[in-house]
């Protein structure tokens, strides 16, 4: 007898009470030829998830043997994360390495992620955070032209919420549809979507649209200050 007929018979016997090729074929809801097509060649692959289903086994352990006889089967979980590095705690007494580099961090000046914050972001505070040299010449970016800032409000969520570090690079004024920016509105320092109209307008946009409508506003009220490439938030 095929192993796997051994293991269903084997199983039907010990749940079920079930020990006549017959009974099984009434359980099972087939005929008895097909049970004797079993016995020989055994349990079709095509009906062993609804065998298994029927005695409440494993289908891994009706077609190999495998595991537990009752139990959850094992679930093949693909990986949708890739690898790129471990992280390395530093301070500011850690020395740099070749590929690091230090970016002013406006930590205590927000930029409006919401209705906006009125400030100077010329005002520093002295702190800074660390970025690759590498990863961000991958990108296109200077570190030369990268700030941080604190987002404040919450227009920009789910994407980032309230508290989120941004970095800017400051280089990247060039409104391209769909992508974020921090800009100086009228004396408000804000991030949002911008999307150029005509008649040299600007849409202003939120990821939170229902809390915060679509603005248009002139392209000359409004100071660029980067396009907004990265960010962190802890959750």
Same mark, same amino acid.
């Given at each position: 007898m095929n192993e796997t007929? @051994?293991?269903?018979? @084997?199983?039907a016997k010990d749940l079920k009470n079930i020990n006549l090729p017959s009974e099984l074929a009434r359980f099972l809801n087939v005929s008895q030829q097909v049970i004797k097509n079993w016995e020989a060649r055994g349990v079709s692959a095509k009906m062993i998830p609804e065998v298994a289903e029927r005695l409440g086994i494993s289908e891994r352990w009706l077609r190999t043997g495998e !595991?537990?006889?009752? !139990? =959850? =089967?094992?679930v093949q979980i693909e990986s949708n994360a890739t690898v790129i590095g471990t992280l390395d *705690? /530093? =301070?500011?007494?850690?020395p740099l390495s070749p590929d690091d580099c230090e970016v002013p961090f406006y930590k205590d000046i927000h930029l409006s992620a919401g209705n906006g914050f009125s400030d100077d972001i010329e005002d520093y505070n002295g702190y800074k955070l660390r970025f690759s040299k590498s990863t961000l010449r991958r990108h296109g970016i200077n570190p030369a032209d990268v700030v941080c800032v604190c987002a404040d409000g919450d227009s920009m969520e789910p994407v980032f919420p309230d508290g989120a570090t941004l970095g800017i690079n400051t280089a990247d004024k060039v409104i391209k549809d769909g992508k974020i920016y921090a800009v100086n509105h009228g004396g408000l320092l804000r991030t949002k979507i911008l999307q150029k109209l005509p008649d040299n307008k600007i849409r202003i946009k939120s990821y939170n649209s229902e809390a915060y409508p679509d603005e248009e506003a002139d392209a000359d009220e409004m100071n660029i200050i980067g396009r *907004?490439? /990265?960010w962190s938030v802890l959750a």
């Open positions: 007929t @051994q293991r269903l018979f @084997q199983a !595991g537990e006889m009752i !139990g =959850d =089967d094992e *705690v /530093w =301070d500011s007494k850690t *907004v490439f /990265w």
